[in-house]
């Protein structure tokens, strides 16, 4: 028998019992039904119109004439792609951001996203791979630049300032390597790489959405799991340990599951700026809760990137305008937002 104790927050089922934040998971539930509709109204925007009703109807298999096709052969991939990476970029900027306990530590900023992209420009330019091959390559890039990054930032241990430096020395150095991967490549490859680099759902398919998917299967368990200890891990080292949590091993466990979720949402739809980043942040000044907020900024990076390709469709009247675009713009002021606020509180 289950039971609800909503005034205490705990989810009671036989022997367990589950503790959770009430206004979290009001939070959440708001953030689904919000990128829900943000998710309904890109899939009837295009040439083709489509009101909210009628893509329900179609979805439940009983549209227009000749809906079925555009609405779940063409926009539905593009449009669960965007829920899918968005809630993985979500989720790994906020494992990233508890562990270096700190803002500007999300994958995209300490290299781990720019070595899952360079590992896919390898496969795209080099080898001229598909889908599943350049998961491979962003799998096998994200993994190679969070083994270096953790061992040059290995000293009794990883603490957060240090893993932050050496993943924007590593970005950097990542950053030189696609340029070179550009001058190297012929014109039609290269145009393809740019366009993916910026981060785009443009013509994205069914196979797009099982590589998203697959990152979400494999590494969110892990991550739930690990969440408490995350929790724990950012009161310190020595007060994790005294409270039965391996620090390192746990560490290494989060940063192995949130590279993976970060190079295969990268896999899926490239490089989109600044989610990962944003997410965690706006989650928790949502939520009001402490610790690391996985769940709420999971959902508020597939609200942001549902959001985002709803925008690029409405203003341009076409999907060409790679989403990337808007998150790039959006994220840039929100930066320079944060950046402004650690000033002012004397922290930077």
């Not at 979500?90 to 290299?111: C, E, H, W």
């Not at 080898?127 to 962003?138: P, R, Y």
């Amino acid at each position: 028998m289950v039971r609800i104790d909503l005034r205490h927050g705990l989810l009671c089922t036989g022997r367990w019992s589950l503790r959770y934040d009430t206004r979290a998971l009001v939070v959440c539930v708001a953030l689904v039904v919000l990128a829900a509709c943000a998710t309904v109204l890109a899939i009837g925007t295009g040439t083709y119109e489509l009101s909210p009703p009628e893509v329900l109807r179609t979805l439940a298999g009983n549209g227009p004439p000749g809906a079925e096709f555009i609405v779940v052969g063409l926009r539905l991939p593009r449009a669960l792609v965007a829920v899918l990476v968005g809630f993985g970029m979500g989720m790994a900027g906020a494992v990233f951001q508890s562990l270096t306990r700190n803002p500007l530590g999300s994958p995209d900023i300490i290299g781990f996203g720019n070595g899952a992209s360079a590992g896919a420009l390898v496969a795209i330019i080099l080898f001229d791979a598909g889908a599943s091959q350049t998961a491979i390559g962003a799998v096998c890039g994200g993994f190679a630049t969070a083994v270096a990054v953790y061992l040059l930032a290995w000293k009794r241990g990883v603490h957060g300032y240090r893993l932050v430096l050496v993943g924007i020395g590593a970005s950097a150095v990542l950053g030189s390597v696609t340029s070179f991967l550009y001058v190297r490549a012929d014109i039609g490859k290269a145009a393809q790489a740019a366009s993916w680099m910026i981060g785009s759902l443009n013509a994205r398919d069914w196979g797009d959405v099982r590589i998203a998917a697959l990152g979400l299967v494999l590494f969110v368990p892990v991550l739930l799991v690990y969440a408490r200890r995350l929790t724990m891990l950012e009161m310190g080292d020595d007060t994790a340990a005294a409270l039965g949590v391996p620090p390192e091993r746990s560490r290494l466990v989060l940063l192995c599951a949130g590279t993976g979720l970060t190079a295969l949402a990268v896999a899926a739809a490239g490089p989109i700026p600044f989610v990962a980043m944003a997410a965690p942040q706006l989650a928790r000044r949502v939520t009001r809760a402490a610790g690391p907020n996985v769940l709420p900024a999971a959902w508020t990076g597939a609200l942001l990137v549902s959001a985002a390709d709803l925008a690029t469709q409405r203003v341009t009247g076409s999907a060409l305008l790679p989403v990337g675009v808007v998150t790039g713009v959006a994220g840039g002021a929100y930066l320079a937002w944060l950046l402004r606020g650690e000033r002012r509180a004397d922290r930077i």
